[in-house]
């Protein structure tokens, strides 16, 4: 039977890639982004895309998208280790308690049977899942939470995530995650990019020679190479943001395409022709592993998910 998912925070679809081949139909993709919204539409054009503050959705708009599940992939900044760490007093989880407020006011019979959610490791600690948590508790959700990183899937770079599963109906079995050896850096590179690349990706001398030993720069050729947490200020931000190659002489940013390709996204997958290479490293940096929702997901018993 089809599964019914609406996609909250949809940015490119991190969502919509996971669930390709099974059994589900994405009855909406809401964000308010409308550049996330036109790389969503072009990779995804069979779902209805929909730019919506979700901080003033109403809960007619959403029950009335007739989902069985909700996917949402909140705004990550409020729990960030790196940042400020808000939390609850960061605008940017308005959103996010907004919908758990509707959560709680729809009546039962129109609540999704099945939610999910995914963000930075930082929610574990945080008040907003302080307040989700015994919410979901109280309407009858069965939930498992867990953290991973898609190193633990096989793929060389590191993102780990807080992932939540919660369902009206009981979830499966746990599983021990299948052990699955590294794949070397290099399969996700683009094989014209490894000698030279062009100027916009090349890091400026200056800067290497300046923070060249703080930077994390692997070598394309390093079959243990293992990338660090591509950001979305990756490209704005030297440090902090993302993992560096050596290019020939020089090093290199990875371009977006090749940290798309480490989230997993189909080889098919393609930015709007003319978006900026900023907003390109944005879009790919806010998004998600594709590999580790797909692992998220085996929890729930009625979706059969492709690996
Ligand atoms: C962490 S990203 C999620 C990315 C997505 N999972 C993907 O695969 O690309 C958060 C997304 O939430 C969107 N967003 C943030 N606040 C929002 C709001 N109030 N209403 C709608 N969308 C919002 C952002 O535009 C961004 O695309």
Redesign the pocket.
Known sequence: MTLRAVEL???????AAAVAGCDVRVTAA????PE?LESYRLNFPEHPIRR????RVTAWELTSLDAELWWL????QPYCERGARRDLDDH?TR?LIHLMDLLERIPPEKRPRHLALENVAGFVTSRARGRLIPLLGCLGYHLRERLLCPTELGVPSRRPRYYLAASLSPLAPERATPCIPLRPLAGYLDPALIETAPTELLLPEESVVRFGSGLPILDPADLSAVTTCFTSGYGRSLVNAGSYLRCGSRVRRFAPEEIIRLLHFPETFRFPEGMSLRRRWG?AG???SVVAVRELLSAFPELTVTS
Do not use: W, Y
């Open positions: 925070f949809s940015g490119i679809g991190g969502f809401l964000d308010q982004d996330a919506v503050d979700l901080e992939s909140p705004p990550c940017r959103s879009l806010n998004s998600l």
